[in-house]
Every structure is written in C-alpha cells, then in structure tokens.
C-alpha cells in the first residue's frame, strides 16, 4: 500500500511539474510513462481527484492534463472492459461506437458540401444533425446513472471533467445545428469543417477517456447490483443510437425494490405497525422506557405526525408527486435527500441521485454559483435565489428557498421548478361558480 501510494505521489509530482513548466513535457514524458505503467486507471483517477482537491486546478486545466496523460497511457491501457451485453458499461461503448460512426459521417458530408454543394448532401447532413442531437440521451445516462456512483466511491473529479468536455459538445451540436436550421450554406463553408472536425477530435478524446479511464475505475468500484439499477436509469432515460436487447436480470431486485417505502407504501405501512405493537409490548415489560420512545414522527396507526395533521406514507407520496411544480430537497450537508416524481418533471432526476453532492448534480461551469447561493442561505444573508429561463416552449421558473427551523438553524435548501408559460397566458378571472 506503501508503495502503490508512494508512486501516486511521485507521479502527482511530476504533472505539477510539467504544468507548471511546459518546457519540461518533452523531457518528463518517459518517467511520467513508467510511472504510469505500474498504475490501475483507478489510481490515475485518484492522482487527478488530488490534485484538483490539493492544488487547486481547474476542471478546464485537468481536462489539458488528463489529455497528457492520455497521450503517454495508450499503449498501456488500450483494452476494453469485457462485459456482458446487458451492462451499462457495454451498452455505453456500443453508443460511443455509434456516434464516433455518425461523427464521422457528418465530417466527411460537411467536407463534401463545401467543396461540391447539392440539394441531397444537404438534406443528408440535415438527417444526421437531428440524428446527433439525441447524444443527448447518451450524456444523460453517463451523468445520472454512471457519475453519482463512481462519486459515491470518492472519485469525484473525473466525472466532472467527463461533464464539463459534454457542455462544450452540447455547446458545439448546438451552434452546427443552427446553422443548418437557418440554411446558412456561407457559414456551413467557413465554419462547418471546424466545427465538426473539432467536435470529431474532442469525442475521440472523450471516448478513449471513458473507455479506458472512467469505465474501468467504475468496474473496480461499483458492485453489480448497483450496475443492475444504472441500468434501470439506462432504460427510463432512453437510448440514442444503439438498442440493447431488454434483460431479465433485475427480476429479483424489482421484487426487492416493490417492498420498498417507495413502491408499496401499504407494505411498509403494515412493517410499521407491527413495529409500534412490538415497541408498546416491550414497553409494558419494561425493555423499554416511553422516553426512549416518544420522538417517534409515527402514530399508532403508522402515519407520519407532523404539528398540523398527518399523513400515511402512501398519501404524501402520492400528494408530493401530484404537486403543480417540481421540488428537490438538499440537506445541510449539500446532499440530495428527495425529489418529487411527478409525470412531467422539466429536469431530469434518477433515483441513483439520492445521497449525491449537489455540486455534482451541475455542470462545472455552474457550480461556484450554486456554492456561492448554499453559502449565502448558510450564513443567513438571504433566504431565496430566483431564475428563470426558456425551454423550447417552456419558460421555466426555477427557486431556491433555505429550510430553517424555529431557531432560525440552517436545515437545506428547497429547490421548485415550475412552467409558468401557461400562467403567463392567464387573463380576466374564472371563478369556482364558472363550473356550473
């Protein structure tokens, strides 16, 4: 452990070296390299984790890093983990197959477009467009199936590079898109290649950092069942170029997860009973004192007792997830301990989330404003933060309210999304007569 740790820290030397001078990279390649021989991809993962803790680089500054380690790793960590078709894992490298295939398609029409236009290459290249907009999906599943859990196992920054290179190639599918949208063919000729050679490079990049850096350290971390439920994640978020076959292979976790408060309040509820008469007996023997006992939130009929009523666990899920808005709850401790289910939440929220950082639920670029307003309801210098932004056809309302208790105590932070387009059209009065 001694040495394995020691050549972390040699190696953690060796990049802060070569950061700090860029005329040392020729020199230092070959004692970063075989330093970086007799390293796991999860040791790599913990070196860039430290060093961004420890030094205080950028998400920007490590992604230039890791590119450097990249370069030096190919020829030792060029084998792909071997999985079963089922596995996130595998069905990810399948996607990055297929949308590394359309990347290149779309470079080479884009290169023929400008050299010889015609009406079909145009509409082909309109086709693929709509096409890679669906990487979206693909993303989605990385950052709320696969990041919360290798998180959860400590490595924090390598996720985060992974998200921060997704924006910039949201940024870039984004700007193509409107140019083909506005049939801009003078763009599509000054910028078109740049842009879709650029994007070409920077997943092939990505890619071979997933592959061989991300995916391995998830596989040494993550135990299977967590893969069974990232694969559940997988199926509700929806897949953009390659299909995997439907597995069985959760049936007995879907059982598990069906006695759940989650799934069968009605199973709990009778768990929850039998508790309080096992707890009332055990009081009339004396194993117990009623001090011990009274701060349960649970009546006798096992409902949940709040200062102005009450609720059986069934009623208030069913109650939270009927609500008109969406609502996130963060606890004190930046963790996300709840978030509503309604049929048509505007942002995306896996269960996996659960227990995850905050922080870590945003894009990089986002992140020193969600600490600065954490920081704020903290100290007690305001009690909300108000935003709001347009969706498609949605303009959506999104606030964040510090939780406090009667003391005044900082308990989490409230987080409600709402459509207020149909609001906003809303004139004159209806009143309640109007339904007779």
């Avoid at 990487?135 to 696969?146: P, S, W």
Wanted: hydrophobic share 35%; glycine share 4%; aromatic share 8%.
């Amino acid at each position: 452990m001694a040495e394995i740790f020691n050549k972390r820290e040699y190696l953690k030397n060796l990049i802060r070296r070569a950061d700090k001078n860029p005329e040392e990279l020729e020199r230092l390649k070959e004692e970063i390299k075989s330093v970086i021989k007799e390293l796991k991809p999860v040791e790599i993962a913990i070196v860039e984790n430290e060093l961004a803790r420890e030094d205080g680089i950028s998400v920007e500054r490590i992604r230039e890093i890791c590119d450097v380690h990249l370069e030096l790793m190919e020829e030792f960590l060029n084998e792909e983990p071997t999985v079963e078709p089922w596995h996130p894992i595998y069905i990810s490298m399948k996607e990055h197959e297929k949308i590394l295939e359309m990347l290149k398609q779309l470079k080479e029409l884009v290169h023929t477009a400008t050299k010889s236009p015609s009406f079909e290459t145009f509409i082909a290249i309109g086709k693929l467009t709509e096409e890679l907009k669906k990487i979206e999906l693909h993303f989605q599943k990385q950052e709320y199936g696969i990041f919360p859990y290798v998180e959860k196992y400590g490595v924090e920054q390598p996720p985060k590079v992974m998200w921060s290179e997704h924006d910039t190639m949201r940024t870039m599918i984004k700007e193509f898109a409107k140019i083909i949208e506005n049939r801009d063919v003078e763009r599509l000729k000054t910028e078109g290649v740049n842009i879709t050679t650029q994007l070409l490079e920077m997943f092939m990049m990505h890619m071979h950092k997933e592959n061989h850096i991300l995916f391995p350290t998830a596989l040494s971390l993550i135990s299977e069942d967590e893969f069974k439920q990232i694969r559940k994640t997988f199926d509700e978020i929806g897949y953009c170029c390659y299909f995997p076959e439907p597995t069985d292979l959760e049936k007995t976790q879907e059982k598990v997860s069906k006695d759940t408060p989650s799934e069968n309040p009605a199973q709990i509820e009778k768990l929850l009973k039998a508790y309080n008469e096992l707890k009332s007996l055990l009081e009339e023997m004396g194993v117990l004192s009623q001090e011990s006992t009274t701060a349960s939130p649970l009546n006798s009929q096992g409902r949940i007792n709040l200062p102005s009523g009450s609720f059986s666990i069934e009623e208030l899920t069913y109650l939270l997830n009927t609500l008109p808005i969406d609502i996130t709850f963060v606890d004190k401790n930046d963790e996300v301990r709840y978030f509503s289910e309604g049929k048509e939440r505007i942002f995306l929220r896996t269960r996996d989330v659960i227990g995850r950082k905050v922080q870590n639920c945003h894009p990089p670029k986002s992140v020193h404003i969600v600490e600065k307003i954490l920081r704020d309801f903290k100290s007690g210098k305001r009690d909300n933060a108000d935003f709001w932004i347009k969706l498609g056809e949605k303009y959506v309302l999104i606030r964040y309210f510090a939780v406090r208790n009667e003391k005044g105590e900082y308990l989490g932070t409230l987080e409600v999304t709402q459509d207020i387009a149909p609001i906003q059209k809303i004139t004159g009065e209806k009143r309640i007569y109007d339904e007779e």
